[in-house]
């Protein structure tokens, strides 16, 4: 079974603190190999400065999730973006995705030929199989942990925006734009919850009919 809470205590914990005026760290029973990260991690969110850019990392620990949980839950969004800390210095976001598939599959997307994106401005990638995702929308809450969302359960091609990332010399998968979707997969979602099921084995006929 999915669990709710994972392998980072220590930022969770940080984030569901009010901000605190920074303070640096003087504990001598701080591990020394986490303590410039750490506290780099301060200066990221209290700091001044531009909001980081996106890496690969950030993409495969907050936009690809495992089969385990569900796509159909309704505090989906809400529950797994505190889980995988996605906010911009503290404050919610607007928006985000979830895919369920693997980072390898994404990234050879950016292979691609441009198409063009959701809003008709950026140079955007096309996934050529199905991928199943949740759609997060900001229903209420400004700031970290009170950001609620409305979770919407989604299948079709994907939109990607890809990178340059200079310290792995390669191209990565920076921000999904978008799920196109197949109306007879999603439409199952809007009818009630049972979906589940059916809605896998349309998702695998249309995959099949597609290869």
């Not at 410039?36 to 495969?60: H, S, V």
């Not at 990607?160 to 010399?169: A, G, P």
């Amino acid at each position: 079974m999915w669990t709710r809470i994972r392998a980072q205590p220590l930022l969770l914990l940080f984030l569901l603190l009010k901000p605190l005026q920074f303070q640096w760290i003087n504990d001598p029973q701080f591990p020394a190999d986490k303590l410039e990260e750490f506290e780099d991690y301060l200066e990221y969110l209290f700091g001044t400065g531009p909001t980081r850019p996106p890496t690969k990392e950030t993409f495969k620990n907050r936009v690809i999730v495992d089969q385990e949980r569900p796509l159909y839950d309704p505090d989906y969004c809400t529950e797994e973006i505190k889980m995988k800390n996605v906010h911009k210095k503290l404050l919610c976001v607007k928006e985000h995705f979830f895919l369920q598939t693997t980072y390898e599959d994404m990234q050879q997307i950016c292979l691609d030929m441009f198409v063009p994106c959701k809003n008709g401005v950026k140079r955007c990638h096309r996934s050529k199989q199905l991928v199943q995702g949740v759609h997060c929308v900001l229903q209420s809450g400004y700031r970290m942990p009170e950001c609620v969302y409305e979770s919407s359960y989604m299948a079709g091609n994907v939109l990607l925006t890809c990178e340059w990332q200079n310290d792995i010399d390669d191209l990565f998968p920076a921000n999904v734009n978008d799920i196109e979707k197949i109306p007879s997969i999603n439409l199952l979602s809007k009818r009630n919850l049972s979906y589940t099921h059916r809605s896998r084995r349309v998702f695998s006929q249309e995959i099949s009919r597609r290869g």
